[in-house]
Nanobody, 115 residues
Framework: QVQLVESGGGLVQPGGSLRLSCTASITFSRMNRIGWSRQPPGKQRDIVATETYGGTLDYVDSVKGRFTIARDHAKNTLHLQMNNLKPDDTAVYYC?????????WGQGTQVTVST
């Protein structure tokens, strides 16, 4: 069973930036598909960014141009760079890998965007 651990969340003012990190018990470079999802308070969890083997990046419209997903192969770490954060970005953020036909997610890290 894969283990994923997110970090880097916190409280940030609107317009600010955060970089989330994710480490895993598996090697990210061997995964065909990796990604980040988020769950706002009282809402369902949705995938916001994915990277498919070969470099194809996909983002949900609400984060396009502001969020960037990236792998650090040397450190086996997955990142989500989040810029120009908005209050609607407040959520628990999860990193995940798609394997054996389904997504496996970590425990999440809280991001709160507020004054």
């Amino acid at each position: 069973q894969v283990q994923l651990v997110e970090s880097g969340g916190g409280l940030v003012q609107p317009g600010g930036s955060l970089r989330l990190s994710c480490t895993a018990s598996i090697t990210f470079s061997r995964m065909n598909r990796i990604g980040w999802s988020r769950q706002p308070p009282g809402k369902q969890r949705d995938i916001v960014a994915t990277e498919t083997y070969g470099g194809t990046l996909d983002y949900v419209d609400s984060v396009k141009g502001r969020f960037t997903i990236a792998r650090d192969h040397a450190k086996n770490t997955l990142h989500l760079q989040m810029n120009n954060l908005k209050p609607d970005d407040t959520a628990v953020y999860y990193c995940g890998v798609f394997r054996e036909g389904r997504w496996a997610w970590g425990q999440g890290t809280q991001v709160t965007v507020s004054t």
